[in-house]
C-alpha cells in the first residue's frame, strides 16, 4: 500500500508507561498540527477518557464488525482487549495532505510497518525499567495486570531495534524527547520536498 504524499505518518511505540502520549500532547503543545489517530478498543474507559477523543470504545459486536468489512489498517487483542487503528483515519489524512500520528504497540507497528513501509517509525524507551514501573503502578492497581505489563514491557524492549529510530525518553528530559523528535520531522520534510 505505497502512499504518494508530502504529509508524514509517524509511528509511536513503546512500552507501557513510557510517555507516548505525553510527547503527543508537548508535540502539539509546540504548534504541530496533525492528526492523532484514534484507536478503537473493546476496553471500558478509565476515568476522565473520553469517547471518540481518547479512543473510539466499542462494544465486541461493533469492533468484530469493523474487522468484518476490512476497515481497521491493523488490529490485536492485548490484555484480553481488542485494539484496532481505523483506516480511514489514516488514508483520508494523508491524502489531504495532512501528518498523521498512530500509538500503537510494537506487535500492531510490525503490521502497519509490513503494509505501509514510508512510515517512520520511533520506539520510545525508557532509561530504565523502574521508570516504567512507577508509572503504571500509579495507572495499575491490580498486582497481576502490573506484573503482566512489566514483562510484556521487557518484551517490548527487546523489539525497540524493528524500528527505524529509537529515542530514550529519559525522566525529567522530555524537553529533549521532543527535540529529537522534531529534528527526525525536520529531517524527512526535507527529503519529502
Sequence with gaps: MGLVTKA??????????????????????RGHDFHKVITATTRPPRPGEKHRVDYHFLTEAEFDQLL???KLLENAAVFGKKYGVPADQVLENLAAG??????????GAATIRSKIPEVISIFLKPTSLAQIEKRIRSRETDPIAIERRLSEAVKEIARANE??????????KIEETL?????????YRRVND
Design 98 to 107: 495532512r501528518d498523521v500520528f498512530l500509538i500503537t504497540d510494537v506487535q
Design 179 to 187: 527535540d529529537q523528535i522534531e529534528k527526525l520531522l525536520d529531517h
Design 163 to 172: 524500528f527505524t529510530h529509537v529515542i530514550v525518553n529519559r525522566i525529567g
Design 8 to 29: 508524514l505518518f509517524v509511528l509511536i511505540a513503546g512500552p507501557s508507561g513510557v510517555g507516548k502520549t505525553t510527547v503527543m500532547h508537548k508535540l502539539r503543545e
Design 68 to 70: 468484518a468489512d476490512g
